[in-house]
């Protein structure tokens, strides 16, 4: 892990920009943070359309983690930003438009070949990146992951221990094996869900909810497309990790 | 509105008991409201258990309201506690409790006659509880209802201009009349769900806070039966109400 840039932000932000191998990631922590004094960290997820066009949101997201004494961090997902294309994943991409366009129902096949590969290679990605910020002195733990695609962090709430909460935004392109391997995660989830999301679909997102194995779960459904995430909804999402990883 | 009673609760809170005409009722304030100063007002609604019954839940609630610098009160309901019975309703409970030992579906004409003539009732002594509370020089507004028979708070919401914001405890037991009404409501609904409520139908539910008209609504669903609310579902509520009374 290379730290190539770092700028202090409003707010007392420290944001630096690494490298991890040929993975590029974004690190922020609060001012605060110190070997003597190690803050827990949460994992910025997010869709697959490169860090650059979604630095404002994850920016956003990482002051409010900062502000409650939490250090973020995220990583490119393969096929992304600058990172190399990747021949199938352009593929199943331009299917699942096409069906969308075409007002046709999304076969399982399109899903499957649109996430499952993603799963794959970006979960040990994530891993990885985890093991690098675990390394650094004023990072200590506990560890949440929160939003992007639902089925990575479905994924690594199954399979990375050192992950003790998750925030989700309920999804419906999700495959029917990361359904079933949804009854496996016992970390407390907090799950959003955007009621009118046109391009969810309700009923499969409530099913999903119904599928997580954990004791403690939590869906927050407000009214709203997919980018109209209330204000208040990501206070309480905040108030979720704080109680969590504090 | 005569007060019967006075103590200060742990936590500087002011307790009053009270009687409007017939009905008993208890006043809740934070010590630092005056006429100088007034605060805002939740009703607290609840099950038609008796207030005696219900007092502990209800003075809970009051606590968190007044360290949020809000007043809380609540009436007793037609025909419980220390009120006169009401044959029809004591006719209503018992057809329904034989229909669940029974197992069998509970018809609409029960859910009707249970809950309809209680709406009728209550609903004018609410508002004249609200009339009397607010001549008092320490209350001051704005408004909001708070939990107890959701179709009780429905009618309220839809009819008393005074109450700018609602939290609502989602029930299956609702009069097809009173889903019709919902699709009425204008102000900000906080809606819990427990997703596992043996005594309520989840689907019922769901369907219940889909026809709730107003443009900011929220869907807080939790695991667990009825009286399993998890104390971060109530902090949330809390949190709502902070937001559109202060």
């Known amino acids: 892990m290379r730290f190539t840039s770092e700028q202090r932000l409003d707010g007392g932000v420290l944001e630096r920009e690494f490298t991890l191998g040929e993975i590029p990631g974004i690190l922020w922590t609060p001012e605060s943070a110190s070997a003597a004094a190690p803050v827990p960290l949460i994992l910025l997820g997010h869709p697959p359309l490169g860090l650059r066009k979604m630095y404002p949101r994850l920016a956003g997201r990482a002051r409010r983690a900062a502000a409650d004494g939490l250090a973020a961090a995220t990583i490119e997902l393969p096929g992304s930003g600058d990172r190399p294309r990747w021949a199938a994943a352009e593929q199943a991409r331009a299917d699942l438009r096409r069906a969308m366009e075409a007002g046709k129902p999304v076969g399982d096949e399109i899903i499957d070949a649109l996430i499952l590969p993603l799963v794959e290679k970006s979960v040990p990605e994530w891993q990885a990146a985890l093991n690098a910020l675990l390394l650094l002195p004023e990072i200590g733990g506990p560890v949440g992951y929160s939003g992007g695609v639902i089925s990575i962090g479905i994924r690594l709430a199954v399979v990375e221990p050192r992950i003790v909460a998750a925030g989700f935004f309920a999804g419906s392109l999700v495959p029917r094996a990361m359904v079933e391997e949804a009854r496996r995660i016992t970390i407390p989830l907090h799950v959003l869900l ?53």
């Open 194 to 246: 955007q009621w009118d999301d046109e391009g969810n679909d309700r009923q499969a997102a409530l099913d999903l909810f119904d599928a997580f194995g954990t004791k403690e779960k939590t869906l927050h459904a407000n009214m709203g497309g997919h980018t109209g995430v209330p204000q208040f909804a990501g206070e309480d999402a905040a108030g979720f990790f704080a109680r969590h990883l504090r």
